[in-house]
């Protein structure tokens, strides 16, 4: 996908979740205070951090399209996965607020404190954002394979987070409806374990973040991928030195091969021009690619 078109859908699809995650959050915050479900307030803070990283999105991506410029020879892809370790983060704290409040409500509990009765709009709620939230998730991960954009996957799990949390809203406040006293302590054990469940999608996506930004190769069956669309030229006879990595939504790749030493400077050029335009077709035009030819030894 060309770079301009990408940028348009990261900004098209995201503004609809910003949209839906602020009308949302109001909501939830509004149905957890009239309908007294300390659950719900978490959910619809957890719903505010989701429109706070699509702010992130949208801010990074905007920096991450900008071409190569004198500062910057690789173009500048990693704002991009800087700001999935951003979102990472984000969730990663707001799932941390969640448990400590829930640990705290069920301490309560334990100490014989009574917690209030939560009111059937705060049920209505939590299954309304499960719907919205689900829904979000498609839209957002199908569009982030589509223009491999490491952000947008990392926020469509963020919208998916936000799905599983308030089934475990629903659940706490569910059996906290219509079970009786006894049961309403289900509403800060559900959130528990669906904090447990965000730190744990925080953890990967800040932790394949950081692998980019260190400079972590690609996986093995993509290498083997890449050097079989190499080694596919027959006049090639070795590929060594093959060096690659991330930059944001492209790949950098970097290799040696070696050819028959008559092979004159302007045949050699064009193998390496032929090499660079199957990785591109395969991996994007934003693909860079680096070629030593060395002759057969």
Known sequence: MKTGNREKTIY????????????????????????????????AVHSISDFATDVVVLAFVKVSAKPKDEGHDYGHGKYETLATVIIGLALFAVGVGILINSIELIRQVVDGVVIDRPGLIALVAAAVSIVVKEALYWYTILAARCVNSSAMEANAWHHRSDAFSSI????????AYFLGEQWRVLDPIAAVIVSLFIGKVAYNLVKNGLNELLERS????????IIGIIMSDS???DLHNLKTRRLGAHFAIELHVRVDGAMSVNDSHK????????LKEKYGDGTQVIIHIEPVK
């Open 12 to 43: 098209k699809v995201t503004w609809v979740g910003f949209f839906a995650n602020v009308v949302l959050s109001i909501a939830k915050l509004l149905a957890g205070i009239f309908g007294r479900s300390g659950a719900m307030i978490a959910d």
């Open 168 to 175: 475990g809203t629903l659940i706490g406040i569910g059996g």
């Open 218 to 225: 690609l996986p093995k069956e993509l290498e083997d991928e």
């Open 235 to 237: 006049r090639l006879s």
């Open 271 to 278: 193998l390496t021009q032929s090499i660079e335009k199957r």
